[in-house]
């Protein structure tokens, strides 16, 4: 026996001259378990040298990402200190999030569909979201329940079932140290909806729904303003930020079924670019109010997809890659879920050490600066804790809902095809052509 691969075995195999693509499929039984795929293999006197790997959905965490998630919660909280925008506001830094999030959720169910059943792919993804974001965001709630906090307490059922921007859409306004939690609602309905539509339907046809998803938010903030809806429903409803979801979607999809995301991310750069430029226009001499709902910030939305882009692959040793992957930014980053989650309850909560201790901590929180400064290392504190006390714990469990189980003991059968062979649809019942040899049934 012949070791070709990890915990793989194989006899020599002997073919003909050629480049060849070779591909295991791991059948237990009757059953479709898994499909392994294997890269292209040089031939070395006369046999074929196979190089095996085996594709996962565990790819290395994109630290990059996280730098950016930590320039948009500290713009966040920049804003919500009482600070002006920079350029950009905390509004554009959660549209980032946004972005960010459909790319990274599509990519995992990208990765995963090809390997198991969508049934399998769905409870491993609904199982890993409940042990990443329940934990924290529900204890986040009970403390500052127990606080006292009116914003939650009178409403704390609509956040508990993640409907928030329903609630202050109905409400007609936000309410104070809740506020922020309308875009983990948002996150939450788009988690609990997409999946279904990136593993079901055809992987031809996904592109299609993607580009509705991206009409749906310019279009929904058109017909909502149109209709006389407050500027509170067009920027906070699920359909109107759907655009910014779907442009991650589609950074995912064409970064894994195509050779055009590097194009798209420049056209993205453009034409975000473009849009921005108009909007300052149009904005100076007086657009119509509901093309301003269905324009605004469009054009940082598709600038936020080049962003994206660049970020994902940030490699080397330029400024930009150094700066992108600064270990401070990465570790603001890693924790900014919890940032953004607690950040809003922050004064609050000093207020209430302030009036129990009887202290004067003005000189905190007493200009939008000094505010920001406190509520950002208070914030970071309470993060870092949560992280290594409850996060990271949680997370290592989420190692037990693997997208791609490992088998043992499979039956496997390996094709040697020519590179340019198609896919195989029905693995089970594949036979390998008349003038290929395959070789004999191996176990793992």
């Known amino acids: ?51 095996f790997r085996t594709e996962t959905t565990g790819k290395r965490r994109v630290v990059a990402l996280d730098s950016l998630r930590a320039l948009a919660v500290l713009l966040v909280i920049w804003v919500h200190s009482g600070n002006p925008d920079l350029i950009i506001g905390g509004y554009h830094g959660v549209l980032l999030f946004f972005v960010i999030s459909g790319f ?65 859409i109905n409400r007609g306004s936000f309410d104070g140290a809740a506020s922020h939690l309308w875009s983990l609602a948002v996150e939450e309905q788009f988690y609990v909806l997409w999946p279904w539509f990136a593993l079901l339907i055809p992987l031809a046809a996904l592109p299609w729904a993607i580009g509705l998803m991206i009409l749906t938010g310019p279009v929904s903030r058109l017909v909502m303003s149109l209709a006389g809806m407050s500027d509170l429903a067009v920027t906070t409803a699920t359909p109107t930020v759907m655009d910014a979801l779907g442009l991650g979607c589609l950074l995912a999809y064409a970064s894994r079924h195509t050779t055009s995301a590097a194009r798209i991310a420049r056209w993205a750069l453009i034409t975000g670019g473009l849009l921005i430029a108009v909007q300052l226009v149009a904005t100076r001499v007086g657009e119509p109010a509901p093309l301003h709902f269905a324009m605004w910030t469009l054009g940082w939305r598709v600038l936020c ?51 129990k201790l009887g202290i004067n901590l003005l000189p905190l929180y007493s200009s939008g600066h000094r505010q920001f400064v406190t509520v950002s290392v208070l914030s970071i504190a309470a993060a870092s804790v949560s992280w290594v006390l409850l996060e990271r714990p949680i997370n290592n469990l989420r190692r037990a809902f693997p997208y791609v189980r490992e088998i043992q003991h499979a039956s496997c059968v390996v094709a040697i095809a020519p590179a340019e062979a ?17 070789a004999s049934q191996q176990s793992i």
């Open 104 to 168: 990274l959720i599509t990519g995992i169910l990208l990765d995963a569909r090809g390997y198991a059943a969508p049934a399998d792919i769905l409870r491993a993804f609904f199982a890993r979201r409940v042990l990443r974001i329940f934990p924290v965001y529900y204890l986040v709630l009970l403390v500052t329940f127990a606080e006292g906090i009116s914003a939650v307490r009178n409403s704390v059922g609509w956040h508990v079932s993640y409907l928030s921007n329903w609630y202050f």
């Open 1 to 51: 026996m012949r070791k070709i691969g990890p915990r793989i075995s194989s006899r020599f195999i002997t073919c003909f001259a050629g480049t060849v693509t070779l591909k295991l499929f791991c059948v237990p039984g009757n059953q479709t378990a898994n499909v392994i795929q294997l890269t292209s293999g040089a031939l070395k006197d006369g046999h074929a040298v196979a190089a």
């Open 422 to 438: 198609a896919e195989v649809d029905d693995p089970v019942n594949y036979q390998p052509p008349a003038n290929v040899t395959a």
């Open 305 to 355: 997809l080049s962003i994206v882009y660049h970020a994902s692959r940030a490699a080397g040793q330029g400024v930009f890659s150094r700066l992108i992957r600064a270990r401070p930014l990465v570790y603001v980053g890693t924790i900014s879920y919890a940032m953004y989650l607690v950040h809003m309850f922050v004064m609050p909560t000093v207020q209430l050490v302030q009036n």
